[in-house]
């Protein structure tokens, strides 16, 4: 049997697997997605964009698709664990200071609409069954409508969600704090005194009863609500129970006292709170990315956008190495870089089940109150907001001299390129995937023309929000790794490799 051949191979067709493609399909190079499902999973799943991934999608021109499919409604502000403060994104300089309500089969419509445009493809009902690694590369087999097939990538990423293939084939551990809660979400057409306004804080929302049910409504297209659940009947169930009509209209009852009813349900599905996470993102060509590599509950809306920056961070990365522009050594810092990430997630949104349990006793109530209390506080706020945003994530840059926007996400300011057009923001100049040095003052950047296939270099004036640099080097993902002074040509070999090494594709 014949294998297709391909420079990766994704597993998973979701959010951080279709990121990961369309990355490298804008970086040339290829890529093949397999998935099990015979088309998008329809259910809304993940509801919420956070300020950095809306940043991220439009670094690559995704943004403006994806607030066309959104949700209208404006929620205001973000929220920890449902408490009633909104927390300020806008705080921390960003141009979208709102979560973006957005179904997930809606993100996964725009990006593999681009990975289309961008010649990618997405192997429908191909059920992975075998996989083998050796030092050149990976062979799997998979199961098609057609019968078996064989493929062969220089590496695989697995992007195959919380029950991955995958990871159980190779035999990766993965440790962490089983299921203590059991929760299910559901699209539905609700009836009675649904809460239909178009703006308020998620806090308003949800509603629980004593004997420890949980429902919070949100509005999804025109006559259908997404109802996030739980209570002593769903505690019970197992994983693949199906949600039933009568085990929504238990919960509704409970909360809202008989005046919302459920008519029919389109989409359910059943979650817990487990919180896992592979030690090491990365087992020779394999790499793991989104729920593969870490799974927690959905508190706070964070699933999604984790999965997909992990895809942002890995898929310039692996197109550098597979084009010979850099050794394989620029992986490691992907786990670096990432692991860190979810491990504080993990951490986060455990701390948001104690707060948002039905506990009334153990204090619990009394912690409620306190941390109500402190995110009233401005500077409190603006950490949590950073946080739960991933606005606040500064990454390491060993080579560069010491600045303040050093490792930080680089402002989309307002910028004037000279040559008579209207002005541009720093995210137009991103769409091509390389990365860019902006030069802010005439600054002596000679050397940097060594790197010119690699990255591209703007002479601009900062018109709005100065990023108070001569010249900033900013990597494909958006993030600053060097801010004037010493280290430019250092910077630029880790990160981009050698200077003049055009990418023969012999590296990795």
Not at 69 to 82: E, K, M, T
Not at 418 to 427: A, H, L, M, N, Y
Not at 438 to 465: Q, Y
């Amino acid at each position: 049997m014949n294998a297709q051949v391909t420079g990766v191979i994704v597993v998973g067709a979701g959010g951080a697997g279709l990121t990961l493609a369309t990355e490298l399909a804008l970086a040339g190079v290829p890529a093949v997605v397999l998935d099990r499902l015979p088309g998008r999973n329809l259910q809304s799943r993940a509801g919420a964009i956070q300020p950095r991934t809306a940043e991220m999608l439009a670094l690559r021109g995704l943004l403006d698709d994806t607030l066309g499919r959104s949700i209208d409604y404006r929620l205001v502000g973000g929220h920890f664990a449902g408490l009633p403060v909104p927390l300020d994104y806008a705080a921390w300089d960003t141009r979208y200071p709102h979560p973006v309500l957005l179904p997930q089969d809606q993100l996964e419509a725009v990006l593999e609409d681009r990975l289309a445009e961008l010649g990618g493809q997405v192997l429908r009902e191909h059920r992975l069954t075998g996989l083998r690694q050796d030092p050149d590369g990976v062979t799997v087999t998979v199961t098609a409508p057609d019968g078996d097939r064989t493929l062969r990538g220089r590496y695989l990423v697995a992007c195959d969600g919380a029950h991955s293939s995958v990871r159980k084939i190779i035999g990766a551990a993965f440790p962490g704090e089983a299921a203590t809660a059991r929760m299910a979400t559901a699209d539905l057409v609700l009836t009675g005194d649904v809460d239909d306004s178009t703006t308020g804080h998620i806090s308003s929302r949800i509603h629980t009863s004593p004997q420890g049910h949980f429902a919070m409504i949100t509005p999804l297209a025109t006559g259908l609500h997404k109802l996030i659940l739980s209570g002593p009947r769903t505690m019970a169930a197992e994983r693949d129970a199906p949600v039933t009509t009568e085990e929504v209209r238990e919960v509704l009852q409970a909360t809202h006292g008989g005046k919302v009813d459920v008519a029919e349900i389109r989409y359910a599905s059943r979650f817990s709170n487990a919180s896992r996470q592979l030690e090491q993102y990365r087992h020779g060509r394999v790499l793991f990315a989104g729920d593969s590599a870490h799974i927690h509950s959905p508190a706070g809306g964070q699933g999604l956008n984790l999965g997909v920056q992990d895809a942002f961070n890995l898929g310039w990365k692996l197109a550098a190495v597979l084009r010979g522009e850099v050794g394989e050594e620029l992986l490691d810092t992907y786990q670096a870089e990432r692991h860190p990430v979810a491990a504080r997630v993990l951490a986060l949104t455990r701390a948001q089940g104690v707060v948002m349990g039905p506990q009334r006793d153990g204090g619990v109530p009394e912690l409620r109150d306190v941390l109500t209390d402190l995110l009233r506080l401005p500077d409190a706020n603006r950490y949590m907001a950073g946080v739960m945003a991933g606005l606040d994530l500064c990454l390491p840059s060993p080579d560069a001299a010491p600045h303040p926007l050093l490792g930080l996400r680089m402002p989309d300011v307002d910028l004037d390129l000279g040559d008579g057009e209207p002005p541009v923001r720093f995210s137009d100049l991103t769409r091509t995937g390389r990365g860019v040095l902006l030069d802010l003052a005439e600054a002596p950047l000679a050397a940097a023309a060594a790197w010119s296939d690699r990255i591209t270099r703007v002479r601009a004036r900062a018109i709005s929000g100065s990023p108070d640099a001569e010249a900033v080097l900013v990597r494909p993902d958006g993030y600053v790794c060097w801010a004037g002074g010493a280290g430019l040509a250092e910077t630029l070999t880790r990160w981009f490799g050698p200077a003049g090494r055009a990418g023969d594709g012999t590296s990795g």
